[in-house]
C-alpha cells in the first residue's frame, strides 16, 4: 500500500512493531496506540520523514528513544508515553521545530533534560517529561523556551528552576514542578501575566509569595 498517507490501528495488537512500516514513505498520519506492542522502538521510523503525527502510547515498549526520530522535522504531534522507555532522552529530538504536542510521560527515562531543548519557540506547544527518572538541574536553556505547557512533575530534578519564570513570558500558562527536589527562593520570582495553572508542591521551595 505505497500510496497510503494515513495508519490508525488500535486493535489490541502485540509482538514488535514491524520494520516494514518505514517502506510506507507517504505517510504523514500513525497512531498506534492503545495495543499491546514489545520490544524497542524501530530506528527505521525516522526514515517516515512526511510524519506530522506519530503516536505510539500506551503500549509496553522498552529500550531507548531511537535518536533517528530526530529527522521527523514535520512532525506536529509526537507522543511516546504510557511506555517502559528508559535511557536519556535524545538531544535530536530538539530538531523537532514545528512540534506543538511533545509527550513522554509515564515511562522510565534516566539522565538530564537536553539543553538543547531551549530552541523549542512554538508558543502553543505541550511539553510533557513527567513520571519518569529525570535527575540533575534543569539546564538553564530551557529558560528561553518558548512553550504553552511545561509539565516536569514526578521526576528527581534538583536546583533552582525560578529561571523558567519571568513576567514577560506571556506564552507560559501552566507549569508543573511538583514532586521533584527542586530548592529556590521563591520570594522573588516574577510570575508569567498569563500563568493559568502552577504546582510547586513536594519540592524544598523556600520564601514568600
Do not use: C
Not at 499491546?36 to 520523514?49: H, N
Not at 511516546?80 to 509515564?106: C, E, K, Q, V, Y
Amino acid at each position: 500500500l505505497f500510496k497510503l498517507q494515513n495508519l490508525h490501528l488500535s486493535m489490541g495488537l502485540s509482538g514488535r512493531i514491524p520494520d516494514f512500516l518505514s517502506r510506507l514513505k507517504r505517510l504523514t498520519y500513525l497512531d498506534l496506540s492503545p495495543n499491546s506492542f514489545t520490544g524497542s522502538i524501530p530506528p527505521t521510523l525516522g526514515q517516515l520523514t512526511s510524519l506530522t503525527y506519530l503516536a505510539i502510547f500506551n503500549n509496553k515498549l522498552s529500550g531507548s528513544i531511537p535518536q533517528s526520530l530526530g529527522r521527523l522535522t514535520r512532525l506536529d504531534h509526537l507522543d511516546l508515553s504510557g511506555n517502559f522507555l528508559t535511557g536519556p532522552i535524545p538531544a535530536s529530538l530538539s530538531h523537532l521545530t514545528n512540534i506543538s504536542r511533545f509527550d513522554l510521560r509515564n515511562n522510565r527515562l534516566t539522565g538530564s533534560i537536553p539543553a538543547s531543548f531551549g530552541s523549542f519557540k512554538n508558543p502553543q506547544m505541550l511539553l510533557f517529561l513527567s513520571d519518569n527518572q529525570l535527575s540533575g538541574p534543569v539546564p538553564r536553556s530551557l529558560g528561553e523556551a518558548k512553550v504553552n505547557l511545561l509539565d516536569l512533575s514526578s521526576n528527581r530534578l534538583t536546583g533552582d528552576a525560578s529561571f523558567l519564570f519571568g513576567r514577560n513570558k506571556t506564552w507560559l500558562e501552566t507549569i508543573y514542578l511538583d514532586y521533584n527536589s527542586f530548592k529556590f527562593d521563591l520570594s522573588n520570582v516574577e510570575f508569567p501575566l498569563g500563568l493559568r495553572n502552577l504546582f510547586i508542591d513536594n519540592n524544598e521551595i523556600y520564601g514568600s509569595l
